[in-house]
């Protein structure tokens, strides 16, 4: 039976691996891809890609010089401007400015610099493709004329230069923590790459099986959740690996025939492992609710992770040790012994006595740490703007703080309004009157369509835009008659704002609500449930806070990204319950045979080390995000990192063991546990140190 299985696992290599490679072909990583398609600047997008030449790739050129632009300078500006004109027809659109009546080129007030915009059709290209022989052009112009290539094009551009390649780098980067890790878990030179090898094999078959999805389905997948696939699938899987591996080291000792042993073990970590990646799944496919593409995508795809890591787990994986026998084990061998070896109290067992001796002090204490990492909350969770989402400023963010500096008047970025033609004079002389708005110039007709580029003065993705945009949006809707809608990349933000806001009041209470029940069916309890999701919602805004004020006061970000507080909070709150769960079913188990107080400090005394080490594992490849030079990554994987390790050493290991000691045996309440149980607790606590201990089962 395991070379049956091996083999089944080899010939879905076949199909699979071929497919896996073929997930950053359809991953989409513009903002408006993420949007749903009722959102308003979603439907400006979707009216550009059907008209003809497309949409456009806007590039703004700042050219400065500190001692200001001379006539030669002006000369190479009006050259490179003729050359991309020649190269990319005919869709040029230059904000005309006060200060120049026909050439395309604007010279600042101060002058000191000149620039133009250059709206290039995506028939040409993508951003990516476009910037380098933009800026390669540019470079012909007089010394000391510094140059800046900006825009909304540009910074989609340097945000592709850094997620190009980084599925690679995480898988990578994963793969050696993983291994590192585990080697120094075990302390075995082969026994390490057993697991790695079968999580490897769950991680390439969930990249297939998100390929064909998206292909069938239409799921929306970003280069953002690709690595996010690779994190979790090495996560979740490596901890399943932890938890079996424990159980079959123990069955070793007392069954001579290794199938024999994996069985029992299989027995007695399957169903808490099945329980946990239940739990996970239906956390995660509650984002199918979700109205951003971005967030609704990442369900069934991480759903679809976690059962590959599953089925590896418990088949490959297991058929591989059986295989190998005790020898993969080597040098610390697990030998069979037909007598029961006295197990003694170890560092989990004197942590869970300790517990038991200061219920209300382990508690407080407790709780104090939590609560002095909510006040973290005070800090900075402004929305991250898209400008501060570099670890390093490209030349496209740092053209932004050029371009604000000399043309204060044209701070934002455009927006983009379609109208009808005949309303476009009226259309116009709304917007140019509205607060906010510094420059509105007429484009082009097409398609029964007409454009109106609108600069705003505020800086890009701040309020005070943002407020322009709605009261731009409340003008242009009431002319009747011209179907005037406003999209760009600034409205796109604010949509994205929007809906994620939208997206967590609805997804939030439904993930809370589905984990509820799933641990009420679980434990078949009420109070149980109700403690363990108050610890995990604690645990979260803890790590939350004590996140917030690591980017606010030490690393000196200027926000947090819109996706982190809910990604965060599905990862943390759903992995967060699964140590819950490792804990709780095996204090139920200890429970029947023990009583509550007995049972509790057996559970966590049977299961700390090996829940410690599989918290330790995911929190160090959620850290692996943290090498990326992202800020909405390193933010995700600090805060699930820190969270994790917070669950994992603090609320798992001590406060929920003294809240279980506190309630005493109506935490299982209605359930019979709950009730007085007849004869002397004394009888029944000798009679269960002679029973062979549950891990051992």
């Known amino acids: 039976m395991p070379w049956l299985v091996i083999g089944l696992w080899l010939a879905l290599a076949a199909v699979m691996v071929p497919l896996s490679g073929k997930l950053s072909s359809v991953t989409k990583d513009r903002a408006v891809d993420a949007l749903p398609a009722s959102a308003e600047s979603t439907k400006v997008a979707a009216l550009e890609d059907g008209l003809p030449g497309g949409e456009d790739n806007t590039f703004v050129f700042v050219y400065h010089r500190a001692s200001g632009v001379s006539d030669a300078d002006r000369a190479a500006v009006e050259r490179h401007y003729n050359t991309f004109a020649k190269r990319y027809p005919p869709k040029v659109a230059p904000p005309a400015g006060e200060h120049d009546e026909g050439p395309p080129a604007q010279r600042s007030k101060d002058g000191k610099a000149i620039m ?14 476009l910037i380098g022989p933009l800026r390669d052009t540019a470079k012909d112009r007089p010394a000391g004329l510094d140059l800046d290539v900006t825009g909304p094009a540009a910074i989609d551009a340097d945000m592709d230069a850094i997620y190009d390649g980084i599925d690679v780098q995480v898988l990578l980067t994963t793969v050696v923590v993983v291994a590192l890790l585990l080697i120094l878990t075990y302390r075995s030179p082969v026994l390490w ?3 790695l090898m079968a999580v490897g094999a769950a991680a390439l078959t969930a990249m297939a099986t998100v390929y064909l999805l998206v292909k069938g389905f239409g799921i929306v997948i970003n280069s953002q959740n690709s690595a996010l696939l690779t994190i979790l699938v090495f996560g979740v899987g490596t901890d399943y690996a932890l938890l079996l591996i424990a159980r079959y080291r123990e069955a070793l000792h007392h069954h001579e025939n290794v199938r024999v042993a994996m069985a029992h073990a299989l027995r007695g970590a399957a ?16 984002l199918l609710v979700a109205d951003l593409n971005e967030t609704r995508g990442l369900g069934p795809i991480g759903a679809a992770g976690i059962l590959c890591a599953l089925v590896a787990m418990l088949t490959l994986f297991p058929a591989v040790l059986v295989v190998l026998g005790r020898r993969i084990f080597w040098p610390a061998i697990p030998r069979f012994s037909a007598t029961v070896v006295e197990q003694k109290l170890g560092l989990w067992g004197g942590l869970g ?28 969770t402004s929305i991250l703007r898209e400008q501060d989402q570099f670890l390093s400023a490209p030349e496209s963010v740092t053209g932004f703080t050029v371009l604000r500096q000399h043309f204060p008047e044209l701070g934002g970025q455009p927006m983009t309004i379609y109208t009808r033609p005949a309303y476009q004079e009226r259309v116009l002389n709304v917007v140019k009157d509205i607060p906010g708005v510094a420059q509105a110039i007429p484009g082009e007709t097409r398609g029964g369509w007409v454009d109106i580029s609108v600069f705003p003065k505020d800086a890009p993705d701040t309020a005070a835009e943002y407020d322009t945009i709605k009261r731009v949006r409340t003008a242009v809707h009431a002319v009747n008659g011209a179907e005037a809608i406003v999209g760009g990349p600034s409205a796109e933000h604010l949509d994205t704002d929007v809906t994620t806001s939208r997206d967590q009041k609805l997804v939030i209470p439904l993930v809370l609500g589905v984990i509820l029940i799933i641990l009420g069916l679980l434990l078949r309890a009420v109070v149980a449930p109700l403690v363990l999701m108050v610890t995990v919602i604690v645990s979260f805004a803890a790590a ?7 980017f606010d006061t030490i690393l000196g970000f200027k926000g947090v990204d819109y996706s982190v507080p809910l990604l965060a909070f599905m990862f943390l709150v759903a992995l967060g319950v699964d140590y819950n769960i490792f804990l709780a079913s095996r204090a139920r188990e200890e429970t029947a045979r023990l009583g509550t107080r007995e049972g509790m400090l057996k559970a966590l005394s049977a299961t700390g080390g090996v829940i410690t080490s599989a918290g330790l594992v995911l929190a160090a490849t959620f850290a692996v995000l943290v090498s990326l030079p992202m800020v909405m990554l390193i933010e995700l994987g600090f805060l699930v990192a820190f969270g994790v390790l917070l669950d994992a050493l603090l609320v798992r290991s001590v406060l929920v063991p003294a809240l279980t000691l506190l309630i005493g045996r109506r935490i299982w309440w209605p359930s019979r546990l709950s009730r007085p149980v007849a004869g002397p607790p004394i009888a029944r606590h000798t009679l269960a140190d002679e029973e062979e201990p549950a891990l051992q089962r």
């Open 193 to 195: 790459f057993v697991p």
């Open 353 to 380: 006595a300790a517990i038991s001796r200061r219920r209300w002090v382990a508690t407080l204490a407790s709780l104090g740490v939590l609560g002095a990492l909510v006040f973290g909350l005070s800090g900075n």
């Open 544 to 550: 939350f806070g004590g996140s917030v004020f690591v």
């Open 271 to 286: 169903p808490a492992i099945v329980a946990s990646a239940a739990t996970v799944v239906a956390g995660l496919l509650c």
């Open 116 to 129: 133009f915009a250059l709206n290039v059709s995506t028939t040409y290209g993508d951003p990516s493709e």
